[in-house]
């Protein structure tokens, strides 16, 4: 019964240094589908060298942390994986990953320093740092300008503090002809938590931190939002993606989402549209943003980590075209030359200079799950802010082990 | 019972060999799975420890967590709820629907056909598709029913934790309504027609007739839909994820989707699987009360 | 007194279409839904048909490479019906004609070995069958796995059927000089035929829409059945519900046309009862 002991042994065996020209085969584990980032990039990367196959697998975003739980566990753990930030530290705290640190520092591609706070943050645990962000992405406010002139408020004066949103949410809100205020995100997963760490971390809290006075002022916008039909009830049940939709459709007249909307939107909503950043608190507040997409890591059992990093570095090497091939901001300070929706692509780069990280924290999932409890049973009404947050925070406190 | 096993004296052997084939089968595909989480759930249990057994020992923790869990009693009776009203709309309206398309009228084998469409169609897409049907802002059902003047507002099904769990059943309703009237069909075409002739004459009403008539012969039938229905319902995984992720708050949390809850979102394996097994427990019920139904069937 | 049975008929054969109507409304609106684009899918109030159709079939079937998707579903489905009907049909059978203590433990086991939904029973399954080397055959792996997931379903229902089956005919034939084998094959299988059939259709319906199973244990895109295809397109943030339920007509079409052609074998022999 114990593979790990077999793992082991096999790992000795295999663990023969590789030649230059030997061939070499890397698995890929990501969540693109074919035509995607991984795919595109491992064609090209295969094109440039002939020695090197990467096998790549498509497994579903809700899949990886499981499907390669279940890998590492019976010996068919992938060489290289796309994770999501917040799960680095997961697999990283367990001994699962690469540290890439001596790596690093011989490589002519790679410099720390490029790479933004938040991005860096999410890869670096303990010390070490177990993985290339492939990308990034953040939040911001979207809104309809032709519905900011029809309600008579100035579309190139955006809401930019709190109060400054929830009146103009109110004003842009009307029931009569279907459309609400404001588009926004409660639903009870990471998604939640992704929504609603910022609007905490702006008042001073975070993730370890949530019983705090700015939190439940948060909250209780959210749920005013809500209560006064100022945003839809099912907020608590829509993706970013879906409430984005209503956006689009022309049902809100703002919403909260990111980067990855542009597309569609540019498609589909027959309006103008722009992006604003996050309100704050008040005027002078601290910034803060969520920070999105994942990283390319390395298996710490892979036996060929000289080559899997050749093609980290090569996929890290080429972050100016993430924006404009792929649709991710670029996670670290590289020019874009010419970027596809050049206002979008500003606002949403200064915002990235905000994004802070999720964690790090190896429990994560029942960190953001507490968080998400205390959201949605604010909203509905089943416990004040106050109550809900306090018990999120002994429950997270319990989960911390503080 | 006796007699009747004795003429078939020289073929025991042959009875057991067609049972023993698919009880075999199913140790080792299902039985083992069951174990497993047996096991684990006595365990604590690492998402990087899956292949191997040798894990620390828990004891009952794993048991004491979940059931003294703030939500264990909410859960618990969402769960009730759940397969209770599921499992008898489905079986009334099912039957209903069997004895209606028992009549003859042009078309009605054909027609009663047709509802299979909701056993065909792959659960993901039911999912999605009566998301759209009872969303709040936009779902054809509010809009019915503002239509109709049964309802004044919108009613927010999958967003009000009042509502969110009779929405999901009534997705699961409409799921198994057409397997619980295609069973019992069959057994309605079984019932010999000079039974109810005979009782006409006797000068039995409809209502008699199928009291002392349909139900007793339809024992065997009635019997397999209600405990299949109660393990499919528990077994309902799909409609959750599409609709609610048994929310708001968990006001439409189920145990089997809680215990993947613990077990594949917030990794606490060891709990997911405490209760997995709390679930089968409570399907041991159901098959005990089964079989026992099953002793006194003997009819044909 | 004829023309009063022909209004019932007539009055039956409306309330039939209503019902029938109301039921399949859903199927309706996930056809409607895959001729919308995306703005019109929330639109209110609601449009039962959408202004400009907009037929993405012949798209979705391209960039999704629908065909092999749909070719390991058929493959995969038709292996789990033939495994089921070939072990349980006999099982069904003698749990129907032997009675005592023993049988009740048999058919007690046989209802408690379903009893976890498939993504529950999915890890342990996954370990086991890497341990035996059984990955190595994706799409025997998830018969085998489903085969254990449907049999017992169809073992209760058959088992139903076979007590229908008067127990003298099978008497008859033994006395005839029948072997066990002779009888059950030459009597009871040809008179439960339609509870056979019947169950088994709605087996292979199951097998048709399970997707937690091929997800974990088929790794290669080019052995998946189309249910998994169908889940990694609604993905969070490319969920084209147009797509998808055009991805979702594509898939039901089909498996309801061989349906309702096949209605007068499946669905009329309830009816006719094969045991008048």
């Known amino acids: ?402 | 019972m006796t007699s009747s096993r004795s003429s078939f004296r020289d073929g025991r052997g042959f009875d057991r060999l067609l049972v023993g084939l698919t009880l075999g089968f199913l140790l080792v595909f299902s039985a083992f799975p069951l174990v497993y989480n047996l096991i684990m759930s006595f365990q604590e249990v690492d998402l990087f420890t899956l292949g191997s057994f040798d894990r620390p020992w828990v004891g009952l923790e794993n048991y004491a967590d979940v059931t003294g869990h703030r939500v264990f009693g909410l859960i618990a009776t969402n769960t009730a709820i759940f397969v209770a009203v599921s499992v008898a709309a489905q079986l009334v309206i099912g039957f209903a629907l069997a004895l209606f398309f028992q009549q003859s009228f042009p078309g009605a084998t054909w027609l009663r056909g047709l509802f299979l469409a909701g056993w065909i169609m792959p659960g993901l897409v039911v999912g999605a598709v009566w998301s759209f049907i009872l969303s709040g802002d936009f779902g054809v059902l509010n809009w019915g029913l503002m239509t109709l003047g049964i309802t004044d507002g919108r009613v927010f099904w999958l967003s009000s934790p009042d509502t969110a769990l009779y929405a999901v059943i009534i997705a699961n309703v409409w799921l198994g309504v057409p397997f619980n009237m295609i069973l019992l069909s069959v057994g309605l075409s079984a019932i010999p027609e000079d039974v109810y002739e005979a009782a006409e004459l006797d000068g039995a009403g409809r209502v008699r007739r199928f009291l002392t008539i349909t139900l007793p012969l339809m024992r065997a039938q009635i019997g397999a839909v209600l405990s299949l229905g109660i393990i499919f319902t528990l077994q309902q995984f799909d409609l959750f994820a599409a609709l609610t992720q048994g929310g708001p708050a968990n006001g439409s949390n189920v145990l089997q989707y809680w215990s993947w809850e613990l077990s594949f979102t917030d990794y606490r394996i060891g709990q997911g699987s405490a209760v997995s097994v709390l679930m089968i427990l409570l399907v041991v019920l159901v098959a005990v009360v089964y079989v026992r139904s099953t002793r006194h069937e003997h009819v044909a | 007194m004829l023309r009063d049975d022909r209004f019932a008929r007539a009055g039956l054969l409306a309330i039939a279409l209503v019902l029938v109507g109301l039921y399949l409304f859903p199927l309706y609106w996930m056809y409607v839904t895959a001729l919308k684009t995306g703005t019109e899918i929330s639109a209110w109030p609601p449009r039962f048909w959408p202004e400009t159709p907009d037929v993405a079939v012949v798209e979705v079937w391209e960039r999704l490479r629908m065909g092999t998707f749909l070719w390991n579903s058929l493959i995969i489905a038709l292996g789990t019906t033939a495994v089921v009907v070939l072990l349980g049909t006999g099982c069904g059978y003698a749990l129907a004609r032997v009675r005592g203590l023993w049988m009740d433990v048999a058919l007690f086991l046989i209802l408690m070995m379903q009893v976890l939904p498939s993504s529950l029973m999915i890890t342990p399954i996954f370990v086991a069958f890497s341990q035996f080397g059984l990955l190595e055959y994706p799409r025997l792996s998830v018969i085998l796995a489903q085969v254990a997931k449907l049999l017992p379903f169809y073992v209760v229902l058959v088992r139903a059927t076979f007590l229908q089956v008067p127990r003298e005919l099978e008497e008859a034939a033994l006395v005839d000089g029948n072997s066990r084998l002779g009888a059950f094959l030459k009597i009871n299988v040809p008179l439960a035929r339609n509870g056979i059939l019947v169950a088994a259709v709605l087996i292979m319906l199951q097998a048709l829409g399970e997707y937690v199973y091929s997800r974990s244990l088929i790794q290669e895109r080019a052995f998946q059945p189309a249910t998994v295809g169908l889940q990694s397109f609604m993905g969070p943030n490319t969920s084209d519900w147009q797509g998808v339920m055009t991805y979702a007509a594509i898939y039901v079409t089909p498996i309801l046309l061989f349906f309702v052609l096949l209605q007068r074998q499946i669905v009329s022999g309830l009816t006719s009862g094969a045991l008048k």
């Open chain 1, 1 to 402: 019964m114990t593979i790990k002991a077999m793992l082991a042994g096999s790992a000795v065996i295999l663990a023969t240094p590789a030649l230059a020209q030997e061939q070499v085969t890397l698995d890929l584990w990501t969540i693109d589908d074919p035509g995607e980032y991984h795919y595109v990039m491992a064609e090209e990367y295969m094109a440039a060298n002939p020695n090197v196959t990467i096998n790549v697998r498509t497994v579903q975003f809700e899949d990886m942390v499981n499907d390669l739980a279940r890998s590492i566990a019976t010996g068919d753990a992938p060489d290289i994986t796309y994770i999501d930030n917040p799960e680095v530290a997961l697999f990283a705290s367990r001994g699962m990953l690469l540290d890439l640190t001596p790596y690093i520092e011989a490589s002519e591609v790679v410099k720390v320093e490029d790479i933004y706070p938040g991005p860096l943050a999410s890869v670096t645990y303990e010390g070490g740092i177990y993985g290339l962000p492939r990308g990034a992405n953040t939040i911001a406010l979207y809104y309809n300008a032709d519905k900011f002139r029809e309600a008579g408020l100035n579309p190139d004066d955006p809401p930019a503090t709190w109060d400054e949103l929830y009146e103009t949410a109110k004003a842009l809100t009307d029931p009569e002809s279907n459309v609400y205020g404001l588009a926004f995100s409660a639903v009870g997963t990471e998604e939640g938590t992704f929504q609603f760490l910022p609007w905490l971390q702006m008042t001073g809290g975070d993730y370890n931190n949530i019983n705090t006075e700015g939190a439940a002022r948060a909250l209780n916008l959210w749920k005013q939002f809500i209560d006064e039909g100022i945003a839809s009830p099912d907020t608590l049940i829509r993706s970013q993606w879906d409430s984005t939709g209503t956006f689009n459709a022309g049902n809100a007249a703002m919403a909260i989402s990111g980067p990855w909307e542009i597309p569609r939107m540019s498609e589909e909503a027959q309006f103008e549209w722009r992006v604003a950043l996050l309100p704050v608190p008040e005027d002078g507040a601290e910034r803060a943003s969520a920070l999105g997409e994942g990283d390319n890591v390395i298996l710490a059992n892979t036996d060929t980590p000289d080559e899997a990093f050749a093609f980290l570095e090569f996929l890290y090497g080429d972050m100016d075209r993430v924006w404009n091939d792929f649709g991710y901001l670029p996670a670290s300070a590289v020019e874009v030359t010419d970027p596809k929706y050049p206002e979008a692509y500003a606002v949403f780069e200064e915002s990235m200079k905000y994004a802070r990280n999720r964690g790090p924290e190896s429990d994560w999932p029942q960190v953001s799950g507490a968080i998400q409890t205390a959201i949605q049973s604010t909203l509905t009404g089943q416990a004040t802010a106050e109550e809900a947050l306090a018990e999120a925070q002994a429950e997270i406190d319990d989960v911390l082990g503080n």
